[in-house]
């Protein structure tokens, strides 16, 4: 738990103080020292995670853990009387600094008994072992790793179904005799989806014993010494005489056993990079076929390993996974028809993870094979699979600490949710999860976190944006299941649900409340962050309800409301002064009040619903420390109203994302007071613009140079505006480009936007105005690797050979006129991947052309794929 909380709780510190730099003069040595005492409590943290199997030394990290949470209460108890004297008079504040340093004292108190704690275990480090936390150790927790790594070993053992095209694809790139060269295969995946399952399959068919004359397996697992794995290799091929060889001796003995043979070793659940330096020289490359497989959950392994993408390994369809269950549950015997129906459901609850399928099948065999019986499994297959979770939680032992709070905060969502992962990186940030120094984005940080979770199969990406980032992501049960129990114990969030209705833990610092028509419990005081998922049905949040939010749990730093009736929001919502983030999403919403603009440290604001009326002035007073800022294009928001003192101030630096932005005669002021921006959507209305403005804004919007995405809407034609010839003032820095218009394009905007250097994404979707030829010359769209076209009038598409190099996506939608697509210059490129044609009417021309391509080039590495809908 203190790993999780004492990070996140000194980054609350730091941000706390920076921005009541002022009103903490007259306690800020306080503050100095209990930030000193918090990274030596950190650093002792770091340093005891090799002993936490010493009971008294866990003892002190779980004190350690509750201390924070105490002095947590304690400084934010003391940052909301600074925040209420903020109107007090000079002399005011003067007198109740006493009370401020008084306050803080007894925080440093709480913090010197912490101390002098650690201090003790430094004084005994050889009796708790301290130094030697860097160090392998065989202790308890070893044996219980080693033992569940057994236990998985035999299960994966079991004949899982669902591999035939999978051994048989990896067979064929183990025996390709066009390439000799000694060759890395990796399999990759999450734990439990039969990696090693499938490995021995290979290892076992008769088409790889008899191509490799000289065969080894080993399993390296977390805890592996290159001594140990060397010596199991050369086991499997002769007598070790020298049992006390060194690593180097046995590198070479190993490579000089190996000469002249055509081998496989598979190296099974490989967890580090360091394995394979370790060892790759001791297996010998002589041109002539030799393989090495691996499998590992890591993808940074697999990668590291070979320059050959891994093989991913993927879920068991509904079908497979019913096979398997069956298989496993009746032995080769039939399975009762009344059942049949009841058990594919059981079998699909388990998501498609053959590790879990196992292990359930397991207990249905020893159970009664009875409806009644199975029946109880319906709704709660997850309870029965605790070894399951085990296993997983091997995965979740190996994260680097920065990573384990961002991966239990998924469990916060509800069961099979799709996770917009820009909302998650933005809670991840308000929850102070994500650190980075000035050099690096935060933003680049946290998806450089979200990547190492999807590598390390942790995360599952559940649909992709067109240029191949991550939209959604879900994880699977067992490893939500994992999140809950893990979050439950070190009190980081707790879930109320139909399906939890359970006494919350008064301590817990997040709440995420799913699915109940009426909530009947009290929030918890302690409460940082609330979630509220499709709550109290088709009635509106009482009253009641919010003023427990507003009175109860007034440090909140995240209020995430989606899918509820909300109705009114009260005006005592300003008494929530810490937040930070503040999402409402596919709610309903009849009122907002003018004090949502009175939060001072919000840094993430996302408003998407519908509204009647318009939404209140007054935002310009939350832009000092807002980064992100989302309000739906139907919002009637206009930014235009600037208060004269922030014409005259700064600029807003922090602020990084922006749309959607009603572009007006004063649109160029406001985005030149937003100098930083990396992502802007504008939304051109039906707004007089004055002579020369637009061209003020294209300007405004050329000085942005960190800005790599722009998305423009426009919605009437009430006043025609040419904006498309305009565009070739844009920044080159930009990488994505959307465009959205009720208006016929005009293909002017598009030689316009052919000439951006780093232009990667390009999204058109517009009127379809008279069929036209699309020509594409040489030199444009140097960059393009995603090309969307929708509602447009093309009838062919014509590209030169050296445009649009580097091309991977093609995407056309509702284009209905279109008959032809470059054959030669586009199709046949080695660069394309997907052609992807989709509309109520696909011309019979193209159809066929699309066809006889395939025909023509079935080695084409270009997937085509054409749907048709019905007639709207």
């Not at 591999?163 to 183990?174: A, N, P, S, V």
């Not at 080769?332 to 498609?352: F, H, T, V, Y």
């Not at 992962?421 to 929850?431: F, G, P, Q």
């Not at 990406?461 to 809950?484: E, F, Q, S, W, Y």
Request: a neutral charge.
């Amino acid at each position: 738990m203190a790993d999780i909380l004492v990070p996140i709780f000194l980054d609350n510190l730091i941000k706390f103080g920076t921005y009541e730099a002022n009103l903490l003069r007259g306690v800020r040595d306080q503050v100095d020292t209990l930030e000193s005492d918090l990274r030596f409590i950190k650093l002792f943290l770091k340093k005891s995670a090799g002993t936490r199997n010493d009971p008294l030394v866990e003892e002190l990290v779980n004190q350690i853990g509750d201390a924070a949470l105490e002095i947590e209460d304690v400084i934010d108890a003391y940052a909301a009387r600074v925040t209420k004297e903020r109107r007090r008079n000079l002399l005011g504040k003067l007198f109740h600094c006493f009370g401020h340093a008084r306050v803080l004292h007894g925080v440093a108190n709480k913090t010197t008994t912490i101390m002098n704690k650690v201090e003790n275990i430094y004084n005994n480090k050889e009796k708790y072992g301290i130094g030697e936390a860097d160090q392998p150790r065989v202790d308890d927790e070893e044996a219980e790793q080693s033992s569940i790594e057994r236990r998985r070993r035999n299960v994966d053992e079991a004949d899982v179904v669902g591999f035939e095209k999978d051994t048989t694809t990896l067979i064929d790139q183990l025996t390709n005799q066009s390439n000799l060269q000694r060759d890395v295969i990796s399999i990759h995946g999450m734990g439990g989806l039969g990696k090693s399952t499938l490995a021995r399959k290979i290892y076992k068919d008769t088409r790889v014993v008899n191509h490799f004359p000289c065969r080894a397996w080993v399993v390296v697992s977390q805890k592996w010494q290159a001594k140990t794995l060397l010596r199991n290799v050369l086991k499997s091929f002769k007598q070790i005489s020298d049992e006390n060889a060194t690593a180097e001796g046995l590198k070479t003995e190993l490579k000089d056993q190996l000469k002249g043979k055509r081998y496989l070793i598979v190296m099974d659940d490989i967890w580090s990079t360091q394995v394979w330096d370790e060892v790759r020289v001791a297996f010998p490359d002589e041109s002539n076929g030799s393989r090495i497989l691996i499998t590992t959950r890591e993808r940074e392994v697999a990668w590291h390993a070979s320059p050959a993408p891994p093989y991913e390994l993927q879920f068991l369809d509904e079908n497979e996974s019913w096979e398997l269950l069956r298989k496993e549950v009746f032995r080769g015997r039939e399975c009762p028809p009344d059942l049949i129906q009841l058990g594919k459901k059981i079998a699909k609850s388990c998501g498609g993870l053959p590790l879990s399928i196992v292990l359930l099948g397991g207990t249905l065999a020893a159970k009664n094979k009875s409806y009644q019986v199975w029946s109880r499994f319906i709704g709660n297959v997850n309870s029965y699979l605790a070894e399951g979770v085990s296993i997983l939680k091997l995965s979740y032992n190996h994260l680097p600490p920065e990573l384990k709070a961002c991966f239990l905060y998924l469990g916060l969502f509800p069961e099979d949710s799709e996770i917009n992962v820009r909302h998650l990186i933005e809670l991840w940030i308000a929850e102070g999860f994500i650190q980075s120094d000035r050099s690096t984005s935060i933003y680049d940080v946290a998806e450089d976190y979200l990547e190492k979770l999807i590598d390390r199969s942790m995360i599952q990406v559940a649909t992709k944006r067109p240029d191949g980032g991550v939209k959604t992501c879900r994880i699977h049960d067992l490893l939500r299941d994992l999140c809950i129990s893990e979050s439950k114990r070190d009190k980081l969030f707790d879930i109320y649900s139909i399906d939890n209705k359970v006494s919350l833990n008064r301590k817990s610092r997040r709440l995420s409340i799913q699915s109940v028509e009426s909530p009947d419990f009290d929030l918890p005081p302690c409460a940082r962050s609330l979630f509220f998922f499709d709550v109290f049905s088709d009635v509106p949040m009482s009253k009641s309800f919010w003023k427990q939010i507003y009175k109860s749990t007034k440090f909140i730093r995240v209020l995430y409301l989606s899918g509820i009736v909300i109705r009114i929001i009260p005006s005592q919502i300003e008494a929530l002064i810490f937040l930070r983030c503040l999402i409402i999403k596919d709610c309903e919403v009849d009122n907002v009040p003018s004090c949502i603009w009175n939060f001072r440290y919000l840094e993430t604001l996302h408003l998407d619903f519908y509204v009647i009326g318009s939404l209140p002035k007054g935002i310009w007073s939350v832009m000092k420390n807002l980064r992100y800022l989302y309000l739906a294009y139907w919002m009637d928001l206009d930014l235009s109203n600037i208060p004269r003192r922030s014409l005259m101030g700064e600029p807003f630096w922090n602020l990084q994302v922006l749309s959607w932005l009603r572009v007006n005669n004063s649109t160029a002021l406001v985005i030149a007071k937003f100098p930083n921006l990396r992502k802007l959507g504008l939304c051109f209305g039906e707004e007089f613009m004055e002579e020369g403005e637009l061209e003020k804004v294209m300007a405004s919007i050329r000085r942005l140079e960190s800005l790599q995405s722009i998305k423009i809407q426009k919605y009437y034609t009430l006043e025609p505006m040419v904006v498309g010839p305009r565009l070739n003032s844009l920044p080159s820095t930009l990488t994505k480009i959307s465009w959205t218009s009720v208006e016929i394009f005009d293909w002017d905007t598009f030689k316009v936007l052919a000439r951006q250097p780093h232009l990667r994404v390009l999204k058109i979707d517009a009127a379809e105005g008279r069929p036209h030829e699309l020509r594409v010359v040489a030199g444009e769209f140097p960059q393009l690797q995603v090309l969307k076209l929708r509602n447009l009038g093309i009838k062919t598409l014509k590209m030169e050979k050296d445009a649009m190099p580097n091309l991977e996506g093609l995407f056309i939608d509702s284009c209905p006129f279109l008959e032809y697509l470059a054959e030669d210059e586009l199709l046949c490129r080695s660069t394309l991947q997907l052609v992807e044609v989709i509309g109520w009417k696909v011309q019979d021309t193209l159809r066929t052309m699309l066809t006889d391509f395939k025909i023509k080039h079935p080695d084409t590495p270009c997937k085509i794929n054409i749907m048709e809908h019905e007639v709207p």
